[in-house]
């Protein structure tokens, strides 16, 4: 929604090379793929060390269109829980969908 809104693409990634760092969401408003000063719209910061995050992808850019350059999956595990977590789908039409998982 943020890329259609922006109309621009918008990037969802890791921060520092590592889905544990945390995950930054920017807009590249000057087309780069790289993000710049300014360009920051969200940043989580790295998770404790209870909680894990993974994915086959190290970040997913959404078009002004709405779609998905590349569709993938995140899952995120709490392991204070034990075997709750989350699995985020990020499909290549821009969908998200949320469910939840066993964790290991």
Known sequence: ?????????VH???????WASGVVVWADSDGDV???AGEELRLWPAFDSESTVT??????TFR???EVDNDG???ICDNRTGEQGMKISILISGAVIAEKVTCA
Not at 1 to 9: D, F, P, S, V, W
Not at 12 to 18: A, I, N
Not at 55 to 60: D, E, L, N, V
């Open 12 to 18: 969802l990634g890791q921060l520092d090379g590592s």
């Open 73 to 75: 999956q995140l899952t």
């Open 55 to 60: 994915s086959g992808r190290t970040a997913f």
């Open 34 to 36: 790289t993000r710049d």
């Open 1 to 9: 929604m943020e890329a259609i809104k922006r109309g621009t693409t």
């Open 64 to 66: 002004a269109s709405g």
